[in-house]
Nanobody, 118 residues
Framework: QVQLVESGGGLVQPGGSLRLSCTATVASGSIFSSYIMSWYCQTPGQQRELVARITRGGVTNYADSVKGRFTISRDNAKNTVYLQMNSLKPEDTAVYYC?????????WGQGTQVTVSS
């Protein structure tokens, strides 16, 4: 079992930055570093879409729409994954969800709202 809590969302102007955090509480017998960690986003009426993923070994991949602007990282000592979001655009507005995967099992956080607007 893994519990995930996201934070760091909010309202930001276009061109601004935000850093999202997702801290995991893992059950005894599990370790955070064994999970593939991802960030997804979702807008009303749409499916959740992958934004960025970081593997156990630190390999990252990104959606084309955020490449060069967003950076995912993880601190295994703090059981935390981050999403640094720069050069934000109005189309980045969404609820952002953290996901922890140890296939075939996956866990979701409650989400944090990011709104990019002037």
């Amino acid at each position: 079992q893994v519990q995930l809590v996201e934070s760091g969302g909010g309202l930001v102007q276009p061109g601004g930055s935000l850093r999202l955090s997702c801290t995991a509480t893992v059950a005894s017998g599990s370790i955070f570093s064994s999970y593939i960690m991802s960030w997804y986003c979702q807008t009303p009426g749409q499916q959740r879409e992958l934004v960025a993923r970081i593997t156990r070994g630190g390999v990252t991949n990104y959606a084309d729409s955020v490449k060069g602007r967003f950076t995912i990282s993880r601190d295994n000592a703090k059981n935390t994954v981050y999403l640094q979001m720069n050069s934000l655009k109005p189309e980045d507005t969404a609820v952002y969800y953290c996901n922890a995967a140890d296939y075939p099992t996956g866990y979701w956080g409650q989400g944090t709202q990011v709104t990019v607007s002037s």
